[in-house]
């Protein structure tokens, strides 16, 4: 199945079956899961995200969190917002990233994301992964999120590839390990 629209709307499908919200069938692994898809249809992947913020017939509760919009509310917390623009130019961006990597890390998108309590039912969606690289990265961030929601479902919509074993953003970057989530649609 290709098309983008049609693949979204099993998505829609999956994320109020009771087996998923549940994380049955997954042989004891973490309810994460991953959809992949391709760069080219972001556009269409976020009016759909849209769609889903607004639609009360779902029987589950979504908690979306957009990466890219977390990383720059902690940025803003931290009040270094307007000194990233000139720490790049003066300091040029490698430089600028090293010192992001070191001020801001997993453990503080975190603290963004966590809510409680987490109820049977709720989902948690990340999105803007895309967005957000290079300040994160996927499987980093999964990674430390395991333990904080072990009991209720992630599904990461992720621009690129997973083949089990590694994510690759954009289908083009250098791929990463990461083999607990699973594949949708």
């Given at each position: 199945?290709?098309?983008?629209?049609?693949?979204?709307d099993?998505?829609?499908?999956?994320?109020q079956?009771?087996?998923?919200?549940?994380?049955?069938?997954?042989?004891n692994?973490?309810?994460?899961r991953?959809?992949?898809?391709?760069?080219?249809?972001e556009?269409?992947?976020?009016?759909?995200?849209?769609?889903?913020?607004?639609?009360?017939?779902?029987?589950?509760?979504?908690?979306?969190?957009?990466?890219h919009?977390?990383?720059?509310?902690?940025c803003?917390?931290?009040?270094?917002?307007?000194?990233?623009?000139?720490m790049?130019a003066?300091?040029?961006?490698?430089?600028?990233l090293?010192?992001?990597?070191?001020?801001?890390?997993?453990g503080?998108?975190i603290?963004?994301?966590?809510?409680h309590?987490?109820?049977?039912?709720?989902?948690?969606?990340l999105?803007?992964v895309?967005?957000?690289?290079?300040?994160?990265?996927?499987?980093?961030?999964?990674?430390?999120?395991?333990?904080?929601?072990?009991?209720?479902?992630?599904?990461?919509?992720?621009?690129?590839?997973?083949?089990?074993?590694?994510?690759?953003?954009?289908?083009?970057?250098?791929?990463n390990?990461?083999?607990?989530a699973?594949?949708?649609?």
């Amino acid at each position: 199945m290709s098309n983008i629209e049609e693949r979204l709307d099993k998505v829609r499908e999956l994320i109020q079956e009771p087996e998923f919200l549940e994380g049955k069938g997954l042989s004891n692994e973490v309810n994460i899961r991953i959809f992949c898809y391709n760069p080219e249809d972001e556009m269409a992947v976020r009016h759909f995200i849209e769609q889903l913020e607004t639609d009360h017939s779902l029987s589950c509760r979504l908690k979306i969190c957009n990466l890219h919009q977390s990383f720059l509310s902690i940025c803003e917390d931290m009040g270094i917002t307007d000194a990233i623009p000139d720490m790049e130019a003066e300091d040029g961006s490698v430089f600028l990233l090293e010192q992001l990597h070191s001020a801001i890390g997993e453990g503080e998108f975190i603290e963004k994301i966590q809510f409680h309590p987490h109820k049977s039912g709720d989902v948690l969606l990340l999105t803007g992964v895309g967005e957000v690289f290079p300040f994160m990265r996927i499987h980093s961030l999964l990674e430390a999120l395991q333990p904080h929601f072990s009991d209720i479902p992630i599904l990461v919509m992720y621009p690129g590839k997973f083949d089990g074993r590694q994510v690759k953003l954009f289908n083009r970057l250098q791929p990463n390990d990461y083999y607990r989530a699973f594949n949708v649609v």
